[in-house]
């Protein structure tokens, strides 16, 4: 290809032969506002076009390469100093980490060096946490503007990972003056806010439940928290201290604002009430795709929220995670429209083969990752049941046919309890049937220092049910960390 | 010998032996699925990278062909103590290989490695980037990767408030 010379100022670029022709300083200005995957097919397009880019380029490509590299904070932040190039690289992995969902994934696709970058990222992303339970080190937003500038360009993002924790309670007006100006005028660049209800009781005799104080939350202050961050895509509330708290104020969800982009509520660290929850829910269910429902005092098992109201409230959701709830809830569960994609059922205490079949059975065309935490009971009236009759009292309940084929499923989590395969034969028989293109399956343990192995044995039979499975994975819990025990691939 | 045609984003075909291709954990998993729908046991395999240019494809190669009698390490080798193996497996060779190119160039081997999952050169590129940014000062890495400043009025200075409210927090 021929090209036409110009000189660009900082040495000779030419330009490719376009009609009409654009010198190489504008194709340079339409490139850096390329994504970086684009950037990366224009410079395979040609050799002028290559040259032109290749300092630009080196930086745009950081954008794809930071997080497979091992850096540590200092390293990633010095980064963005570096050029306009290098900073906008760096922002947008951050800020993609920042709002990234909770992440089913597991850290074995992780390498050594993709774990530490993530926590550095989780280094820089602490700066951005203004409620913290200790005072001492909690970061004041009134501290943020002195130190960041308030008089900034609007379009500039102070808050790097765009992720940022916030009180709903303040402990003097001054404080939350100060967050409201903060948000007033950076509050449009969070997409991810968790809303921390600090209570912070003193207890003095922690042995005497009955002393213990019930802290009282204030929500009025919620509506006009997120009013001021309109653009927020995931919101997050969770609770700190005893289990024992009181919401006073009571929310109403037209009092909530519109947020147009918000997709993901999570309730995960929630205790104890009901009320926001329900009321976040009914405001902004209708265009919520991941829900994480609270783990001890879970929405779900709500008296007034039957099958109906629950397909109402959440007409697109495609993500649940439960972590705990009445079995009077599981019917729930195996009733409700959704089209479920994902789903996480922690530790259900009351449950039996029947609920975890039915529940399997409702979601079955649409389940792509399913994720068992908890171990299943035999129903009461199979107690008598030895384990290797249990197959033949479940197609007694169920028909020739209990199973349904969940022919989406890619990726299945069970506790480790289901490696047991005489235990769990009644589930296993029917693994062909119901996960005939599982590619992944993954033993978890949730208790500390879960020493349980998987036998060859077991390990052999499973790869004969289930011909397209890969690998299966076997995960340890040391100190809380998880460990990758043991891999088993397909030989 | 069993043969595969690795294509370019850019159209350039290599020939390879399916030996060597093999030890692209990407290659070997498109062989393998080549073959599951293929009828005729003996058919070549054609493979087309849309990510990867012909350059840096070529190099990927070359790599390949230089450590094909290595043992082939598992993903997670050396992930427990997180050392990684790049040290004890950097050869003299690999030092040649690496040193004549443009750090733009190791950026797109180790996006390339990554795609291709061949662990040992994703290794040793991500070190050599690492060890241009770990450590250095804004102006070494400028030099490093051959960059100008081109912030404008306060951006610098904004940037700098915003770090160090990061390193102190």
């Not at chain 1, 089913?104 to 820089?124: C, L, M, P, V, W």
């Not at chain 1, 994609?341 to 975890?356: C, G, P, R």
């Not at chain 2, 004549?100 to 070190?127: F, Q, R, S, W, Y």
């Amino acid at each position: 290809m021929s090209g036409n010379s110009k000189d660009s100022g900082n040495g000779t670029f030419t330009s490719p032969n376009t009609h009409p022709y654009l010198p190489p300083e504008i194709w340079a200005k339409i490139f850096r506002d390329l994504p970086a995957h684009d950037l990366l097919s224009v410079t395979a397009t040609c050799l002028e076009w290559k040259e032109l880019l290749s300092s630009d380029r080196t930086f745009a490509l950081l954008e794809l390469v930071l997080p497979l590299l091992n850096l540590n904070k200092h390293a990633i932040l010095t980064c963005r100093e570096v050029s306009r190039g290098a900073k906008k690289s760096v922002d947008i992995v951050l800020e993609s980490l920042g709002t990234e969902e909770y992440n089913y994934t597991y850290e074995h696709q992780d390498s050594i060096g993709e774990r530490n970058f993530k926590s550095a990222f989780q280094q820089i992303n602490n700066a951005y946490c203004f409620s913290n339970f200790f005072p001492v080190v909690r970061n004041s937003a009134q501290s943020f503007m002195n130190r960041v500038g308030e008089n900034r360009n609007r379009k500039d993002n102070p808050f790097l990972t765009r992720n940022i924790d916030i009180p709903i309670n303040f402990e003097s007006d001054a404080t939350f003056t100060a967050m409201e100006r903060m948000l007033t005028l950076f509050g449009h660049h969070v997409w991810d806010l968790s809303i921390t209800a600090d209570i912070n009781v003193i207890n003095e005799d922690e042995e005497d439940e009955d002393n213990w104080v019930r802290a009282v939350i204030s929500t009025i202050k919620l509506p006009r928290l997120l009013q001021l961050v309109p653009n927020l895509k995931n919101l997050r509330f969770s609770s700190s201290g005893p289990e024992n708290m009181l919401l006073v104020g009571g929310i109403r969800p037209n009092q909530l604002p519109e947020l147009p982009n918000l997709v993901t509520l999570s309730f995960e660290d929630w205790f104890d009430d009901q009320s926001l929850p329900f009321a976040v829910l009914c405001r902004y269910g209708h265009q919520i795709t991941r829900w994480n429902d609270c783990q001890n005092s879970s929405v779900l098992q709500l008296d007034d929220l039957a099958v109906d109201g629950l397909n109402n409230m959440l007409p697109s959701l495609k993500k649940l995670q439960v972590s705990s709830t009445l079995a009077s809830a599981l019917p729930k569960l195996a009733n409700v429209n959704w089209k479920l994609e994902e789903l996480t059922i922690e530790s259900f205490y009351q449950w039996t083969t029947k609920d975890l079949l039915n529940i399997i059975n409702n979601f079955s065309q649409t389940l792509i990752k399913l994720k068992i935490k908890a171990t299943v009971n035999y129903p009461e009236r199979w107690d008598t049941v030895k384990p290797e009759s249990l197959f033949d009292a479940i197609s007694e309940l169920f028909g020739s046919s209990p199973c349904k084929a969940v022919p989406k499923l890619q990726v299945l989590s069970l506790n480790v309890a289901f490696a047991e395969i005489e235990e769990y034969n009644w589930f296993w028989k029917y693994a062909y049937t119901m996960f005939g293109h599982l590619r992944e399956l993954h033993f978890d343990t949730f208790l500390w220092s879960d020493e349980r192995s998987i036998n060859e044995l077991s390990v052999e039979y499973i790869f004969q049910k289930l011909p397209n499975l890969e690998r299966i994975m076997h995960w340890t819990n040391f100190n809380g960390e998880k460990l990758l025990h043991d891999m088993f691939a397909r030989d | 010998m069993a043969l595969v045609r690795v294509i370019s984003s850019d159209g350039a075909a290599f020939l390879v032996s399916q030996r060597l291709a093999k030890r692209s954990g990407k290659l070997k998993t498109e062989i393998e699925t080549f073959r599951k729908s293929s009828d005729n046991s003996e058919a070549q395999p054609e493979i087309r990278i849309v990510t990867i240019r012909a350059e840096i494809l070529r190099l990927v190669l070359q790599w390949l062909q230089q450590h094909q009698n290595d043992p082939v390490l598992p993903a997670n080798q050396n992930e427990q103590d997180g050392r990684g193996d790049a040290e004890m497996g950097q050869s003299q060779w690999d030092r040649d290989f690496l040193a004549p190119m443009d750090l733009g160039i190791v950026m797109e081997l180790i996006l390339a490695a990554n795609h291709l999952e061949v662990k040992g050169l994703l290794d040793i590129t991500c070190k050599l980037v690492e060890s241009k940014i770990t450590g250095r000062t804004v102006d070494e890495i400028r030099t490093a990767f051959k960059l100008k400043s081109d912030f404008k009025g306060n951006e610098e200075e904004q940037t700098r408030l915003e770090n160090r409210w990061c390193v102190e927090n």
